[in-house]
C-alpha cells in the first residue's frame, strides 16, 4: 500500500506535453445545478478522447462510504465495476489546440495536499490560465439566458459577463480553493458560477452545459462544438415549454421571474436579482405539481431524452460515460 497522492504517473507522456496550456477544472463538487459539470465532463471526454496524464489516489482521497462506486450484477456474478476517477488529462479542441483537464470526482479528504499538488502541476506544465465551472440553482427564469457571477483575476471577463456580484460566505470547494490559491499566487484563473433556473436544478439542462462551454471558449480561446448542444437545448426548451403553457400558476411563476429579472438587467443596483419585495425567493414548491411530476420524471430514458443527450453529435456525441 502507498501513500503517494498518485495511482498512476506517465511520466514519458507528461514529458511530451507542451508548456504554457490552459488548464480546464470539471470536478464534480457540493452543487451542480442542472447537472452543468457532469454533463461538461461526460462531453469532453466523449467527443475530444483526452490522453490521461495521471490518476490521483481515491483510496487517499475519496470516501467510498459517502459516494459508493457503482457495480453490476449480472444475473449470477458481478461485472462492470466503475470506480471514481479523478485525473489530469492532456485534450485537443476542435482545431486540434491542446489544453490540460482535471476532472472527475472533488476530494473529501487531504484537500490541502492534493491542492498543494495541482499548484505545482500548474507551475510545472507553466499553465497560462486556469477555468472552472459550478452551477447554482436560483430564482432566475429558463426564458432568458443563464447568468453567472464570474470571480478571479480576468477583469475583462468579470465586466462583461458577471451580473450578480454578490458578497457573502459560503461553504467552499475543493475549487473554490483552488481558485483561492491561484489568484493569491499571481496565477490567471477565473471561475464560472452559472445561475441555473432552481425548477430545472435537478434535470440536466444542456443550456447549462453550453454556458459552461462558452465560458471556458472566452476564457482560453479554444474552439469546442457546441452545435448538438444547442439543439438539445431547443428541443430541451420546447418540451419545458409545453409543460407550463399546460398549467396556469406555472405560467404565471415563470412570468413574474422574467419582470423580475428584467428589472434587474435593467438596474443592477438592486440588491439581488430576482428576490421579490418582500425579500422572499420563491421556492420550486411553488409551481404547478404538473410542471414538478414533468421535472422529477425527468431522467435518463424519460421522452425527453429521446435521442436528444446534451452534447451528441453523431459518432463523438456525449451519450455514455468514459
Not at 478522447?49 to 475519496?62: K, S, V, W
Not at 476517477?85 to 479542441?93: A, G, K, Q, T, Y
Not at 420546447?238 to 435593467?266: C, F, H, K, P
Amino acid at each position: 500500500m502507498t501513500d503517494s497522492i498518485f495511482s498512476a504517473d506517465y511520466a514519458e507522456r507528461r514529458a511530451r506535453v507542451p508548456r504554457g496550456l490552459p488548464l480546464v477544472v470539471a470536478m464534480q463538487g457540493l452543487t451542480d445545478a442542472g447537472g452543468a459539470i457532469s454533463q461538461l465532463e461526460e462531453y469532453l471526454w466523449n467527443r475530444y478522447e483526452p490522453e490521461e496524464l495521471l490518476r490521483f489516489n481515491a483510496d487517499l482521497l475519496l470516501d467510498y462510504r459517502a459516494r459508493r462506486p457503482v457495480i453490476t450484477f449480472d444475473e449470477d456474478h458481478l461485472v462492470d465495476y466503475s470506480p471514481e476517477e479523478l485525473m489530469l488529462s492532456l485534450v485537443h479542441d476542435e482545431l486540434g489546440k491542446p489544453f490540460l483537464l482535471l476532472s472527475g470526482y472533488e476530494p473529501d479528504f487531504r484537500w490541502e495536499q492534493f491542492i498543494d499538488t495541482v499548484l505545482l502541476l500548474v507551475h510545472d506544465f507553466e499553465v497560462s490560465i486556469t477555468v472552472w465551472s459550478h452551477a447554482l440553482p436560483m430564482p432566475v427564469p429558463h426564458t432568458r439566458p443563464i447568468s453567472m457571477t464570474v470571480s478571479g483575476s480576468r477583469d475583462d471577463l468579470i465586466e462583461e459577463r458577471s451580473v450578480w456580484r454578490p458578497t457573502t460566505r459560503l461553504s467552499a470547494s475543493a475549487a473554490h480553493v483552488l481558485e483561492y490559491r491561484l489568484h493569491s499566487l499571481g496565477e490567471e484563473v477565473v471561475g464560472f458560477a452559472l445561475l441555473i433556473p432552481h425548477y430545472l436544478a435537478n434535470t440536466e439542462y444542456p443550456e447549462a452545459l453550453y454556458a459552461a462551454l462558452d465560458g471556458i471558449m472566452a476564457a482560453t480561446g479554444l474552439i469546442l462544438s457546441t452545435d448538438s448542444v444547442r439543439d438539445a437545448s431547443r428541443r430541451f426548451m420546447t418540451q419545458v415549454d409545453e409543460q407550463i403553457s399546460g398549467n396556469q400558476e406555472s405560467l404565471e411563476m415563470v412570468r413574474t421571474l422574467e419582470e423580475r429579472y428584467d428589472a434587474y438587467m435593467e438596474d443592477q443596483t438592486i440588491r439581488s436579482p430576482l428576490i421579490g419585495e418582500d425579500g422572499m425567493i420563491p421556492t420550486a414548491e411553488q409551481l404547478a405539481s404538473e410542471l414538478e411530476r414533468f421535472l422529477a420524471e425527468r431522467q435518463p430514458g424519460s421522452d425527453l431524452d429521446d435521442g436528444s443527450d446534451a452534447g451528441a453529435d453523431g459518432e463523438n456525441g456525449a451519450g455514455g460515460g468514459r
